[in-house]
């Protein structure tokens, strides 16, 4: 009778001890979704979002390079009560044109989970000099917009920000965001991550819950937004407003605001985005009309100098009327395959090719 009992304590005690390895494992795994990640950036903010699984506190530390670097020491901690899901902060009180280095440190009982350690640089009026990235459509294929990302990273490791030309995910499902924010995740820890809106997402509240963008107008107050870095003014555009149910009435907000702001600003450079482009040789003719006639004259007649665009998966640069037009969409979605013609005003083009640009700002000079 004993070798039964004995076998049955053994097993209990086995069932006991695979029942606690299984708590501490889940204990271990990690309660962050995503992030951090960077988003809108100024002379004396940044946004920072991440997404947690579970209830969680949260310190997010943050001090200069100069002092960090120095002393591997914060200069300042803010704290967060647990909360489960998307947090989306906004960073104050910054210095215009500083380099910052910040850590998101997650509390969960007695487990505690770093993230690596970002930085960013903040804008400043007198900035004359900086480098932007500039991909799009990385939907689909998440492993490849993963590879251009950290590529990206890599080699432009103080890029001042990124803009997305929009279609980031397939569709959007949670699990599509989660697979998209974990490819982007080196780039967007140490680059404010901005996009437009594209046709896969739908217009879905997601979007706009998930990006830090800044303010401007539409859905959530950042359908349409702008903002200055240095010299250049960066203003998005959803070019999906042309479409759908209340397009008259959408078209007509967005365009006006556009049309104002873009007059009213200063900057030495002008710089718009949106997804659907006007010109490319896969087109018909090469031209999308309808959005021709909508925006090619305001752009003329506010100094515009560049505009990105995406949709069409593959590399386009044209010059027409005083303005480069720019189709960057090979981010990770089914390239194009090479179109014979070029349409009138091309400059240079390529097809088949994961790509990004890299913007460089220079005084007077933007190449």
């Known amino acids: 009778m004993r070798v039964p009992l004995r076998r ?7 069932g006991v001890l695979f029942a606690l390895g299984l708590a501490a494992l889940a204990q271990e795994e990690s309660p962050l979704i995503w992030g951090p990640n960077l988003g809108v950036i100024g002379e004396d903010s940044v946004a920072i979002t991440w997404n947690t699984s579970r209830e969680v506190g949260a310190d997010l ?5 100069k002092f960090y670097d120095a002393s591997s020491k914060w200069e300042e901690t803010l704290s967060f009560d647990p909360h ?10 910054l210095l215009p044109g500083t380099k910052y280095r910040y850590q998101l440190v997650i509390y969960e009982g007695d487990a505690i989970y770093d993230s690596p350690v970002g930085h960013f640089t903040t804008s400043s009026s007198d900035l004359r000099s900086f480098s932007f990235l500039v991909y799009g459509d990385t939907r689909t ?4 917009n993963e590879l251009v990302a950290d590529t990206m990273a890599q080699d432009n490791p103080d890029a001042a920000l990124v803009i997305n030309t929009g ?17 982007i995740g080196n780039l967007a820890l140490s680059h404010p991550y901005l996009c437009v809106i594209g046709n896969h997402e739908k217009a879905s509240p997601r979007f706009y819950e998930f990006f830090p ?11 349409w937004w702008s903002f200055d870095y240095g010299s250049v003014h960066f203003v998005g555009i959803d070019s999906n407003s042309i479409t759908g149910a209340n397009a008259i009435k959408l078209m007509r907000e967005q365009v006006q605001w556009v049309k104002e702001d873009l007059a009213r600003s200063k900057a030495t450079f002008k710089v718009v985005f949106f997804h659907h482009l006007i010109y490319s040789s896969t087109w018909e003719g090469g031209v999308n009309v309808p959005l021709q006639q909508e925006w090619e004259q305001i752009f003329r007649d506010t100094g515009v100098d560049v505009v990105f665009n995406g949709h069409m998966h593959c590399y386009e640069h044209f010059f027409i009327g005083g303005i480069h037009y720019v189709v960057t969409g090979g981010g990770g979605a089914p390239l194009q395959d090479p179109v014979e013609r070029a349409a009138d005003g091309t ?15 220079s005084g007077k000079m933007m190449k």
Do not use: M
């Open 84 to 93: 489960k899901g998307v947090a989306d902060i906004l960073l104050n009180g």
């Open 8 to 14: 049955g304590v053994l097993l209990v005690a086995i």
């Open 167 to 183: 279609d980031v995910v397939e569709s959007p499902t949670i699990g599509r965001f989660k697979k998209f924010f974990a490819a």
């Open 141 to 144: 294929n998440q492993d490849r």
């Open 61 to 65: 530390h943050y001090a200069t390079a």
């Open 347 to 361: 400059v240079f083009r390529r097809y088949g090719t994961l790509h990004y640009v890299r913007v460089t700002v």
């Open 213 to 223: 963008l800044p303010a401007g107008g539409g859905k959530s107050n950042e359908e």
